[in-house]
């Protein structure tokens, strides 16, 4: 009876025991190797975005969000534009780096113009030595621009006509930092003559041709260039860029990058891109635009051109 039992308990731990052996040899084991040639990881789904969202903004783009941010989202025109002045004059102090050196900015008559009076303002009354120069002289502004213009005015800053400006003279000596040796830059050259709405079809005029011939010339004179927006003379949509444009080592570009600034030979004018922020949402132009829509492939593109050639 004794030996009946242990010979039953001994086959009963045999098979525990060998059940214990096989489930040692499963993938639950943390001595088993969880991807081999014999055990291969099972293939991932591929990625598939929810939605895609917005890296440039195109001409009518950037129209359709200054219209819908006051209408929608209750922000005025003249708050967009205190952001993007005080994100410009930021700027300029980091390139000029030094409290004497120069700063200039040509003015156009839209929003960019504005951006220039406001940090024209906000440099002067932190010690720096400014300068407007008016690219349309005599040209009446909307009203946000003009109030801008008349608060820099009060300000003492001095606004001339771009025309008078010479590169030779007003391009000034190497400036050093007080109590530093740090040298500052010859003068801070700021482009805010034409934003988004040169359209490379229509070539710049002449009178503007000579502004940007004469910024050109402060440029290879020593000074820095900064661009707001986009350069003047360049395509917001396709990059292309007219022979007077500017070449900017710095732009500004506000919520998104202009896609002209993305593309050859824009992206070589533009220099540098920053995107400061302005006091909206970082996906505001998904929240406004919606997601982008979906590009055809290049297949379908080309299969449908075969089919015309053929037709």
Request: glycine share 8%.
């Amino acid at each position: 009876m004794y030996e009946v039992f242990f010979r039953v308990r001994k086959l009963e731990n045999s098979k525990i025991r060998g059940k214990r052996v096989g489930n040692m040899r499963k993938n639950e084991s943390p001595f088993w190797p969880q991807k081999s040639i014999l055990n291969p990881a099972p293939p991932k789904e591929p990625y598939e975005p929810v939605r895609r969202v917005r890296t440039t903004l195109k001409r009518e783009e950037q129209r359709m969000l200054d219209r819908m941010i006051g209408k929608e989202y209750h922000v005025p025109v003249s708050i967009l534009m205190e952001h993007a002045g005080l994100a410009v004059a930021d700027t300029c102090v980091s390139v000029a780096r030094a409290l004497t050196t120069p700063i200039h900015f040509f003015a156009g008559k839209g929003m960019n113009g504005g951006d220039s009076y406001v940090a024209a303002r906000i440099l002067k009354s932190r010690g720096y030595q400014v300068t407007i120069w008016d690219c349309f002289p005599g040209t009446e502004h909307s009203p946000v621009v003009k109030n801008n213009r008349e608060a820099a005015e009060c300000f003492g800053i001095p606004i001339r006509p771009a025309s008078e400006f010479d590169p030779a003279i007003w391009q000034a000596g190497i400036s050093r930092m007080i109590y530093e040796k740090e040298p500052g830059m010859p003068c801070v050259l700021v482009d805010g003559i034409i934003g988004t709405g040169y359209e490379f079809a229509r070539p710049l005029p002449p009178n503007l041709t000579e502004i940007t011939a004469k910024i050109e010339e402060g440029h290879s004179r020593g000074a820095r260039v900064i661009a707001i927006d986009i350069p003047t003379g360049v395509d917001c949509d396709t990059g292309e860029a007219d022979p007077g444009a500017i070449s900017a080592d710095l732009t500004l570009s506000f919520i998104l990058p202009k896609k002209g600034i993305t593309i050859l030979p824009g992206k070589q004018k533009a220099g540098a891109v920053r995107v400061p922020t302005i006091g909206l949402p970082i996906n505001i132009a998904d929240l406004i635009l919606g997601p982008v829509p979906e590009e055809p492939e290049e297949d379908e593109e080309e299969e449908e051109t075969q089919d015309e050639t053929k037709a």
